[in-house]
């Protein structure tokens, strides 16, 4: 049996890189959560709650929480969305003219006097503020939509306000997708907190689709043997670990062949000048870090193998 307490979850429908929220009792740092057999970042803990962030991958999963995914308990159904504006608008007003007619005619006195029939004058006139109400209604419902990050059209007023695109973010592809892109970023930062734990460093890496491990100079010291700085510059460097993606290598011939310049580029066998042997990683994933880091520190990237 576990030593934790599920008691409820919110958040069963979350954009990606959204929080669900776990409540419960008996929480530590020690315990992981997972998006089905996908480990997820757990961005926030205390004995009755967790925070646990959505990752890239949309669709529908089983939220679980654990010591270890075999011995995991299951929270709920969490459905991750691809673009925040599937999520609900809090506060969405429905009414009609007829409604609203009838509401204003039930604020008029009773009486012979105010006959309140469809063929009367209170009727018609109350039909027509109906309309202008109604109009108010609209205003309303489109101000609590455009002062929401996840369903907002004003894509350059909240961008103006939040500094975005981050420094080498492009957007691309069509209209549509540039503009849900848009809208994830502005949604994205205006909801996130922190700064300076890994847990957040590593929720930021996550919304780029990178599982990576977070080190610390000074707690994980062996992981920076290659750095020849000394012992005081060491303490200001963390380094980010996470897959390069490498699933094969290709062999670059040139053997005893002789090379020769075509045109201004030098090539021998297969192997060409300036060609690189491998390359990988994420120019804007890159830019946001450098960014969001703490600017006494020096963030380091590093990549294991692996498909």
């Known amino acids: 049996m576990p030593d934790f307490l599920v008691r409820n979850y919110a958040g069963k429908k979350v954009a990606k890189g959204g929080s669900v929220f776990v409540y419960g009792a008996g929480f530590t740092h020690s315990i992981k959560a997972w998006f089905g057999e996908t480990q997820a970042v757990v961005f926030d803990c205390d004995d009755g709650y967790m925070e646990i962030m959505a990752g890239e991958s949309a669709g529908s999963f089983t939220l679980k929480i654990g010591e270890s995914l075999n011995d995991s308990v299951d929270v709920g159904v969490v459905y991750v969305l691809a673009d925040v504006a599937e999520l609900p608008v809090t506060g969405k007003i429905r009414h009609t003219v007829d409604e609203l007619c009838v509401a204003l005619l039930g604020l008029l006195p009773r009486g012979i006097s105010w006959y309140k029939g469809s063929d009367g004058v209170f009727y018609r006139l109350m039909k027509g503020f109906a309309y202008a109400v109604l109009e108010i209604y609209n ?79 000074w707690l994980n010291p062996s992981e920076f043997s290659q750095i020849t700085d000394d012992e005081d510059q060491k303490r200001f ?51 946001m870090i450098e960014k969001l880091k703490p600017a006494h520190t020096k963030c380091l990237y590093a990549y294991s193998q692996g498909a």
């Open 237 to 287: 460097y963390w380094m980010i670990r996470s897959n390069s993606g490498m699933s094969g290598v290709i062999d670059l011939r040139c053997g005893n062949e002789k090379g020769e310049y075509q045109g201004e580029e030098f090539v021998c066998g297969n192997a060409r000048s300036g060609m690189r042997l491998r390359s990988w990683g994420n120019p804007d994933f890159y830019a």
């Open 139 to 217: 205003l309303v419902e489109l101000f609590v939509k455009e002062s929401s990050p996840t369903h907002t059209g004003s894509f350059s007023e909240w961008e103006d306000e939040l500094q975005l695109p981050e420094k080498g973010v492009v957007y691309s592809g069509t209209a549509a997708d540039i503009a849900a892109k848009r809208r994830s970023e502005i949604y994205r930062k205006s909801c996130k907190k922190g700064g300076c734990s890994i847990s957040f460093f590593k929720s930021v890496a996550a919304l780029f689709g990178i599982n990576a491990n977070i080190y610390e100079y």
